[in-house]
């Protein structure tokens, strides 16, 4: 399997000088297996370029598959660009949670395609478009054996896991590590002794649930949109993770490469390399075999 990333970025596009070498588009993820079979991971901005591609070098099917992992802005703000849409004689199934069910996957997506956003009507779309609202479970496309798993993120998220010939690439975003919403310290007015303890382990098996989905992956994509003490000061319960819980995660679980992605749109090429240099050091004398790389726009990766 291979995984191409046509977007890297969290919560806004921001291309610019800063950001070139790393990418400025929002979450896409191309993954290739078997003979050529494509899914697309995301629709961020990163998903026109991936478009263009595809119809430019004449590799993109009749039938594509795009598994959305939730529904916010920069994760699907990339459809309208998508050349295929517009193509007769292409079927286009999207996948993805939804967070409220009177208003499913097509509502939610279609609404872009109003007139007050965008010049062209959802009805007026020529490819034969298909909604599916994904939950936890399994799916299996010939060989291709997709898992999903809910996240942490203030709305209905999914993580997956793609596993196709003895290898397995997995995501992880947007998602946050469960913590303690009950006061642990006894002097807190606020503490319960029996809350704290409840809601400790109820964060502990939420955050092992996960674990266990991701264990033993080939390739692991996962949010390391801040730093730790970043997300503690001024993040919590945004839905993000922390460098430092991404990289102990994936040195203690079997992860064979851990590529850090959905970079803050704040922080500059300069800044992620030189915080991928300083975790790389810090992780090597505790994992030696994990290797740890920034998802960049336009690298492919190989398991």
Request: aromatic share 12%; hydrophobic share 35%.
């Amino acid at each position: 399997m291979k995984v191409k990333f046509w977007g890297v970025r969290g919560s806004t596009p921001c291309p610019g000088p800063d950001t070139v070498r790393t990418g400025g588009n929002t979450a896409c993820i191309e993954l290739r297996y078997g003979d050529d079979e494509l899914i697309i991971i995301d629709a961020g901005s990163g998903l026109r370029l991936l478009g263009n591609h595809l119809m430019k070098t004449k590799s993109c099917p009749k039938n594509i598959k795009i598994f959305l992992t939730h529904t916010h802005s920069d994760h699907i703000i990339g459809l309208p660009y998508f050349t295929p849409i517009y193509i007769p004689g292409y079927s286009i199934d999207i996948y993805g949670p939804v967070t409220y069910e009177e208003e499913g996957l097509e509502k939610i997506i279609s609404d872009q395609f109003s007139y007050r956003y965008f010049p062209v009507k959802h009805s007026e779309l020529s490819a034969d478009i298909r909604y599916h609202h994904l939950q936890q479970t399994q799916l299996n496309f010939g060989d291709l054996k997709i898992s999903t798993h809910y996240l942490n993120h203030p709305i209905l998220t999914l993580g997956y896991r793609f596993e196709y010939g003895g290898k397995t690439i997995s995501t992880a975003y947007d998602t946050e590590p469960f913590f303690n919403l009950f006061p642990e310290d006894p002097e807190d007015p606020a503490y319960d002794e029996f809350a704290a303890e409840e809601g400790k382990n109820a964060a502990a098996e939420a955050n092992e649930d996960i674990i266990r989905f991701l264990s033993g992956s080939d390739i692991l994509v996962h949010d390391s949109q801040y730093t730790d003490e970043e997300l503690k000061k001024n993040y919590r319960g945004w839905g993000h993770s922390s460098f430092e819980w991404t990289i102990k995660l994936a040195g203690e679980n079997n992860i064979g490469k851990l590529l850090l992605f959905h970079h803050a749109m704040e922080r500059s090429d300069d800044q992620l390399e030189a915080l991928l240099e300083k975790y790389r050091v810090d992780a090597a004398a505790e994992w030696p075999d994990l290797q740890i790389d920034l998802a960049r726009e336009g690298v492919t990766e190989e398991c």
